[in-house]
T-cell receptor
Framework: DTAVSQTPKYLVTQMGNDKSIKCEQN?????MYWYKQDSKKFLKIMFS???????INETVPNRFSPKSPDKAHLNLHINSLELGDSAVYFC??????????????FGSGTQLSVL | GDSVTQMEGPVTLSEEAFLTINCTYT??????LFWYVQYPGEGLQLLLK?????DKGSNKGFEATYRKETTSFHLEKGSVQVSDSAVYFC???????????FGQGTRLTINP
């Protein structure tokens, strides 16, 4: 069984549309994250949730809204998609909020292309 | 703010060559340091880590030593294989910081 699974793997859509990416982890972890990887491979944190509560919001536009219905799921909804939103989005989880020893488990990514 | 800088890629080597991927960091204090690896079509996986100065992390033949004096955490492997082809990310984290800060990734290609 995949530890951190996200769907869809590929998402191609038009500017202005609204789309969602789903993420689920079966590791029993308390903390989940969304990271964005741009075309130059830079990987930056967007959000983190601990037990369904928002912990980190790294100055992400309001068009991005994470939702955590339970601690095993963290979905990412994006309104009014823009060309600059094209990237690979990674979901991740960890037992606790990231610290000196914490190991993150990543999903395989969702490649979003906005046309 | 805290940041991580890796050597520019892509890096292309022949099988059994010696590998070094440089990583330096800027941070106030002494973070924990990590190397993550991303194989084609997959998410990142933790490769190794070191939590204090002079610690050496190692896994799968890869090693990296936490050098406080040079704020570096260079990744090395004595003899690379084709299966090592991937993107490698250096990262740092502080206790209680609640996030990893990643470098820009270095793409490694190993030719047979």
């Amino acid at each position: 069984d995949t530890a951190v699974s996200q769907t869809p793997k590929y998402l191609v859509t038009q500017m202005g549309n609204d789309k969602s990416i789903k993420c689920e982890q079966n590791l029993g972890h308390d903390t989940m994250y969304w990271y964005k990887q741009d075309s130059k491979k830079f990987l930056k944190i967007m959000f983190s949730y601990n037990n369904k509560e928002l912990i980190i919001n790294e100055t992400v536009p309001n068009r991005f809204s994470p939702k955590s219905p339970d601690k095993a799921h963290l979905n990412l909804h994006i309104n009014s998609l823009e060309l600059g939103d094209s990237a690979v989005y990674f979901c991740a989880s960890s037992q606790q909020t990231t610290g000196a020893n914490e190991k993150l488990f990543f999903g395989s990514g969702t490649q979003l292309s906005v046309l | 703010g805290d940041s991580v800088t890796q050597m520019e890629g892509p890096v292309t080597l022949s099988e059994e060559a010696f590998l070094t991927i440089n990583c330096t960091y800027t941070a106030t204090g002494y973070p924990s340091l990590f190397w993550y690896v991303q194989y084609p079509g997959e998410g990142l996986q933790l490769l190794l880590k070191a939590t204090k100065a002079d610690d050496k992390g190692s896994n799968k033949g890869f090693e990296a030593t936490y050098r406080k004096e040079t704020t570096s955490f260079h990744l090395e492997k004595g003899s690379v294989q084709v299966s090592d082809s991937a993107v490698y990310f250096c990262a740092l984290s502080f206790q209680g910081a609640q996030k990893l800060v990643f470098g820009q990734g270095t793409r490694l290609t190993i030719n047979p």
